[in-house]
């Protein structure tokens, strides 16, 4: 009675050591520990699956690459939900910033944002601003950078012609 009693309580204690293991081998990683909001985390490449909330980000050294679980995607990439993983995914290759893949929030140097795309040169009938790197509708008074000075058709002209010469005429010599 004693010996199945002292295996049963050997086999219970060698299965509650299991999980310990684990979770060490989790937080013991090559990244200084970061293995934070990881469900699956190994040495060699950080996070594989991330907690359900979080986005997987993975991240490169060189050839190297591993991953990582973040609350919000960095400047450069958007955050995809799906129904296993979260991921952080890059931007284009114009965009500073993006909503989405199609949609830019902010331009890189050189690119100017129109209706959520980066472009080298602002289309017609718009204008570029450099402080914001942005394209803004001109109005339909302007031409490229300056006012349409044409005279308006209901406006009248500021001199009369033929008026000096008679008014001149006029006045006692």
Same mark, same amino acid.
């Given at each position: 009675m004693r010996a199945p009693l002292c295996l049963l309580l050997l086999v219970a204690h060698a299965a509650s050591m299991i999980p310990l293991n684990r979770r060490k081998k989790q937080v013991g990683t090559g990244l200084g520990g970061n293995c934070t909001g990881c469900v699956i985390c190994s040495e060699e490449n950080g996070c594989s699956t991330c907690q359900q909330r979080l986005f997987l980000l993975i991240c490169r050294d060189g050839i190297r690459q591993f991953g990582k679980c973040v609350h919000d995607c960095p400047s450069g990439y958007f955050g995809v939900r799906g129904q296993e993983v979260n991921r952080c995914k890059k931007c284009g290759p114009t965009c500073e910033s993006c909503f989405s893949q199609d949609f830019c929030i902010q331009c890189k140097r050189r690119f100017y944002l129109y209706k959520g795309k980066c472009l080298p040169?602002? %289309?017609?009938?718009?204008?570029?601003? %450099? &402080?914001?790197?942005?394209?803004?509708e001109r109005s339909p008074n302007q031409k490229k950078g300056r006012r349409d000075r044409r005279p308006r058709k209901d406006k009248k002209p500021d001199h009369t012609p033929g008026?000096? &010469?008679?008014? &001149?005429s006029l006045k006692p010599q």
């Amino acid at each position: 009675m004693r010996a199945p009693l002292c295996l049963l309580l050997l086999v219970a204690h060698a299965a509650s050591m299991i999980p310990l293991n684990r979770r060490k081998k989790q937080v013991g990683t090559g990244l200084g520990g970061n293995c934070t909001g990881c469900v699956i985390c190994s040495e060699e490449n950080g996070c594989s699956t991330c907690q359900q909330r979080l986005f997987l980000l993975i991240c490169r050294d060189g050839i190297r690459q591993f991953g990582k679980c973040v609350h919000d995607c960095p400047s450069g990439y958007f955050g995809v939900r799906g129904q296993e993983v979260n991921r952080c995914k890059k931007c284009g290759p114009t965009c500073e910033s993006c909503f989405s893949q199609d949609f830019c929030i902010q331009c890189k140097r050189r690119f100017y944002l129109y209706k959520g795309k980066c472009l080298p040169t602002c %289309p017609l009938g718009t204008a570029a601003q %450099p &402080s914001t790197r942005e394209c803004q509708e001109r109005s339909p008074n302007q031409k490229k950078g300056r006012r349409d000075r044409r005279p308006r058709k209901d406006k009248k002209p500021d001199h009369t012609p033929g008026l000096r &010469s008679r008014q &001149s005429s006029l006045k006692p010599q």
